[in-house]
């Protein structure tokens, strides 16, 4: 009985396996490498580099305009989060080269980045959508955002320049060339 029921169970999970990897109309391109298969999604070629930050989302929905709105949620958080991390470790970095506290400016970059990153995403543009309905009839949602990284830095360099905590210590030379390194950084990883 035993022997049967995990011959079943083996049988069905082949089954689903093939299942899962057949359909002419799948919104992803699969490529069989050493009994792996690899998927392509769509637009997911766009990731943060040196002159933009960009997130990548997935909405699924029985309703298109929801599927939408899931997609541009997650892809704006996902850009959100880049953005959020990038300044975090440059205002790091910079405020230790500064010899600065970073319990004393930590609190300000951080309410400055939320700031700017609230800028930011009412100015996002798209730069990849792609639209496809599931084999159940759901529709699915790709959608890449960006937002361009000098923007981001004169957003957040107004924003330090102008804040009271910062007055004294900003050096806008030394916080840029933190920036831009760690752009530069994002550059290279292509």
């Known amino acids: 009985m035993k022997k049967r029921v995990m011959i079943l169970a083996a049988t069905a999970a082949i089954t689903g396996v093939m299942v899962t ?96 990153i609230n800028q930011q995403l009412n100015n996002l543009e798209v730069c990849c959508s792609k639209t496809t ?11 890449a955002v960006q937002a361009d990284a000098k923007k981001v830095f004169d957003a957040l360099d107004r924003s330090a320049a102008a804040d009271k905590k910062l007055e004294t210590m900003y050096n806008r030379e030394k916080f840029r060339a933190n920036y831009d390194a760690e752009m530069a950084a994002f550059a290279k990883k292509q």
Request: charged share 25%; proline share 3%; hydrophobic share 30%.
């Open 21 to 116: 990897g057949c359909g002419s109309s799948k919104p992803v391109s699969v490529t069989k490498v050493n009994q792996e298969q690899e998927i392509s999604v769509p637009c997911a070629e766009y990731f943060t580099d040196g002159n933009f930050f960009r997130g990548v989302g997935v909405g699924q929905s029985k309703d298109m305009n929801t599927a939408r709105e899931k997609a541009r949620m997650a892809a704006n958080t996902e850009l959100a989060g880049s953005i959020s991390t990038t300044i975090k470790q440059v205002s790091e970095k910079y405020v230790n080269d500064a010899g600065q506290s970073q319990a004393d400016y930590g609190e300000t970059f951080e309410a400055l980045t939320k700031q700017v």
């Open 133 to 143: 309905r599931t084999p159940d009839g759901l529709y699915k949602m790709y959608i």
